[in-house]
């Protein structure tokens, strides 16, 4: 009962002051005003609440109307973004008054404006309460029509000194505001992140789009870092935050991992990013915050370690290139002794080498289909000689390598003595994924329609690199058969073991 006693209280004395009030919501609408401020603007309580201040306050035709609107409504967003009251020394705005003949007129009119915020239990600026002063009389004082020189003391010391310091430091303040907004445009902007950590307890006090996007959108303003970003305390950040605020001294990192959570039971996200925590000092040069600046090189963290892998992988596979044409070399020479057949061998090998090299090159080497290997080892014997059947199968450049020179030996004996060495002659290759403990891929080769190929009483470098490329650099198994209708090769080799 004393509490609403005391509620009306206050709503009494509020419609009665002799003082213009009125307030307005988050959105500048008219949600109360008293009595004075009726009576001034000439307006019903019914023609105001709900509606919007600049929509019922318009510019008028005055020369400065349209600055003086402008005014208004930055100290009104002021108020609303501060939190803190905000002032107008002097705001011209005329109001209408009962004219000689009772039909309403302009009155020219100046008046001080304090805008107060109105705040709820959590701080948020809720309404904003506007106190205005008439001090039209003051100014008429120091401004007489036709008077160059103040007529009074009164003039001379409020009219004069006390208005001209008070719009001298609104001057202040609306320059001081409009760079500040720069400035903070410049930093919400800003391509790195940036934030400003308030106190001992690193409040984030500013946070700008770069940061937000970093953090995931989380919503982080007004909060201790050890709160926001809890993963953080884990990996020494808070550490060096509090080492900043204690010792003054600056901390710097270059592309320190960071791990940031995009929800708060979410895995874990690796970020690269380069800072630097510096002090923020007051007047009197105490430590009140920390100012935090970076940027995230994650790309340019993982392009380098991708470019680094794709070095030392083209250095091994090199390594292994020029040993297998080594070895190539060597075979090759031990079963021909004549020049010219030792170079039309060897270079047939090296250019079925090459072949898969170039279809590696296209994939950047990431793997090649064994469809594709086949094709390409074999096309220069006809394709429509060849069947190819089977489903896709990715191979690692390890694989497609040494399948390749398989596939390259085996056309080239076919073409030979084999099935395409005459005209009706042709091979058929069948591979399928077989359905096992451990996976393996089963590949056919067949030769049908041409001449009977006895088995041969020696091992040839062709058999020699066949049955070495399978075993020994696929791990796999091969079957060389020679029934009467075909040569037949049956190769074995695990799907998932890695190929060095």
């Known amino acids: 009962m004393r509490k609403l006693a005391k509620t009306i209280d206050l709503v009494a004395a509020f419609d009665s002051s002799p003082n213009p009030y009125m307030l307005l919501d988050r959105d500048l609408r008219f949600a109360g005003m008293n009595q004075a401020y009726l009576d001034i603007t000439q307006r019903t309580r019914e023609a105001l609440i709900g509606h919007h201040v600049m929509e019922i306050f318009a510019p008028g035709d005055a020369p400065d109307s349209e600055e003086e609107g402008r005014r208004l409504r930055a100290s009104f967003d002021k108020v609303l973004s501060t939190g803190q009251p905000d002032h107008l020394a002097i705001l011209h705005y005329p109001v209408l008054i009962p004219g000689p003949d009772g039909t309403p007129v302009f009155d020219d009119r100046f008046w001080s404006c304090t805008h107060t915020p109105i705040k709820n239990e959590a701080g948020e600026v809720t309404h904003i309460l506007q106190h205005t002063s008439d001090v039209t009389d003051l100014l008429r004082l120091r401004y007489k029509i036709g008077e160059a020189e103040p007529t009074s003391a009164l003039d001379a010391m409020v009219g004069g000194e006390v208005f001209q310091r008070a719009a001298k430091i609104e001057a202040n303040n609306q320059r001081l505001e409009a760079e500040r907004k720069q400035l903070t445009d410049m930093l919400m902007n800003a391509p790195g992140f940036v934030a400003v ?181 074999t096309q220069a014997h006809g394709l429509g000689r060849l069947t190819l059947n089977g489903p896709h199968v990715a191979l690692s450049p390890a694989r497609a390598l040494s399948l390749g020179m398989v596939f390259h030996e085996l056309a080239t004996n076919a073409a030979k003595y084999g099935a395409l060495a005459c005209g009706d002659g042709r091979v058929i290759v069948d591979w399928r994924l077989a359905d096992q403990k451990s996976p393996r891929l089963e590949i056919t080769w067949r030769e049908l329609g041409g001449a009977p190929i006895p088995e041969p009483e020696r091992r040839g470098f062709g058999t020699r690199l066949i049955e070495r490329n399978v075993r020994h650099d696929l791990h796999g198994t091969v079957q060389l058969s020679y029934p009467s209708q075909g040569f037949c090769a049956e190769i074995s080799l695990p799907l998932e073991m890695e190929i060095a």
């Open 197 to 377: 950590l308030n106190g001992p307890d690193h409040i984030i006090q500013f946070c700008n789009d770069a940061c937000y996007r970093l953090v995931s959108h989380r919503d982080i303003l007004g909060q201790p870092v050890r709160d926001a970003l809890p993963e953080l305390s884990d990996q020494g950040h808070l550490d060096f935050l509090n080492d900043v605020f204690e010792t003054g001294e600056p901390v710097y990192g270059r592309q320190r991992a960071f791990a940031l959570r995009h929800a708060q039971d979410g895995p874990l996200d690796y970020r690269y990013i380069d800072f630097a925590y510096q002090p923020i000092r007051d007047d009197a040069g105490h430590i009140v915050g920390i100012f935090v600046q970076g940027h995230d090189v994650t790309d340019v963290v993982l392009a380098a370690e991708r470019q680094k892998l794709m070095i030392d992988e083209l250095n091994h596979r090199v390594k292994n290139t020029l040993a297998t044409v080594q070895s190539i070399a060597m075979q090759t020479a031990r079963t021909h002794e004549d020049p010219g057949s030792f170079a039309a061998a060897f270079q047939s090998r090296i250019l079925a080498l090459s072949h898969t090299h170039d279809l590696l090159t296209r994939s950047h080497w990431e793997g090649a289909d064994l469809r594709a290997v086949l094709e390409h080892e």
